[in-house]
């Protein structure tokens, strides 16, 4: 299959490309926003990259209409709620005008799969579920993903796309290239500090290894789909959700450092909600997926190869 992934150089979307790569014919649309390309040399010589940012008009419809695709995973986005709140207007752009001229750009009867977030939801103490939770976002990011889902239902329908939107939760593991929670804490860490400055202690989080990510992206490809002009919302997470302080427990035995943490006023975001858990029956039961590694395995492996950014390691050089 011909598939197509924008923000393919990602965090998420690199891993998704890796798990296609050995089957499919991929081609990766990446501004290159966020860093220089993070393929080795062999995958590269596997995948056809372009370039190019989402919200040129012309840009997207040439690419297609070159590749053609019969598959489209849109990941690309700007997404680290710090940069979406000091600049709404390129998130606003990039998320939502930009995920228009994807969907304008795909054609007829294509598979479409976007990732939207669990940002979406109002505030709740279970787990979400599709379509039973209130959506109330309370950030500049889930409101540009609410508006992207719009945008998804409206166009499929009007241009006979077959669409699956991805509520993503939080992701860990190898390959971040935003200053989360977690990158933020190794990078500390690993450049050799004790004492550790944080933001908001108090949040629950349903983390999600980067590589389960990828593999339930890869599962709405592939699996049942809906009629062409309809539309599927999936969660995809693990409906498990760990607070900070468990967080920092569990890096403490895995990296085998005693350390100090600091509630940095400068860090701490007045929109974090106090839990965020995704209901994944859903998803589970159309795709056939499930999450495969726990957050303690998500943490090993973020500890033992962390692969995170250059500007987020040269913080604390």
Same mark, same amino acid.
Do not use: E, G, T, Y
């Given at each position: 299959m011909r598939i197509l992934i924008t923000g393919g150089n990602g965090y998420v979307g690199r891993e998704v490309v890796r798990q296609l790569l050995p089957d499919h014919e991929v081609c990766v649309v990446d501004s290159l926003r966020y860093g220089a390309l993070r393929f080795t040399p062999e995958e590269l010589a596997r995948i056809r990259f372009e370039e190019a940012d989402i919200t040129d008009r012309e840009t997207m419809p040439r690419v297609v209409r070159s590749f053609a695709p019969e598959a489209i995973v849109h990941l690309a986005a700007v997404h680290y709620i710090p940069e979406c709140e000091q600049d709404p207007v390129l998130a606003v752009h990039t998320n939502v005008v930009g995920t228009v001229n994807v969907l304008m750009a795909s054609p007829a009867e294509c598979r479409v799969v976007v990732a939207s977030s669990g940002a979406v939801y109002k505030p709740a103490l279970e787990p979400h579920e599709e379509a039973r939770a209130a959506v109330e976002p309370s950030d500049v990011y889930g409101l540009s993903k609410l508006h992207c889902e719009g945008y998804v239902r409206y166009l499929a329908k009007a241009r006979g796309l077959s669409a699956v939107v991805v509520r993503l939760f939080n992701v860990v593991g190898p390959g971040e290239t935003n200053p989360h929670l977690l990158p933020e804490l190794v990078a500390q860490l690993k450049a050799g500090k004790t004492r550790i400055d944080l933001g908001n202690l108090f949040p629950r989080r349903d983390y999600i290894h980067v590589q389960d990510a990828a593999s339930g992206f890869v599962a709405t490809i592939f699996g049942p789909h809906p009629a062409p002009g309809e539309t599927a919302t999936v969660n995809l997470g693990t409906s498990r959700a760990h607070s900070v302080a468990e967080i920092i427990e569990k890096l403490q035995s895995i990296s085998g450092i005693r350390f100090e943490v600091n509630q940095d006023q400068t860090r701490v975001r007045a929109t974090d909600r106090p839990i965020l858990a995704a209901d994944i029956r859903r998803m589970? %039961? &159309?795709? &056939?997926?499930?999450? $495969?590694?726990?957050?303690?395995? %998500?943490? %090993?492996?973020?500890? $033992?190869?962390?692969d995170l950014s250059e500007s987020l390691m040269a913080k604390y050089r």
């Open positions: 589970r %039961a &159309q795709f &056939q997926w499930r999450p $495969r590694r726990s957050i303690d395995d %998500a943490l %090993a492996d973020l500890w $033992r190869d962390p």
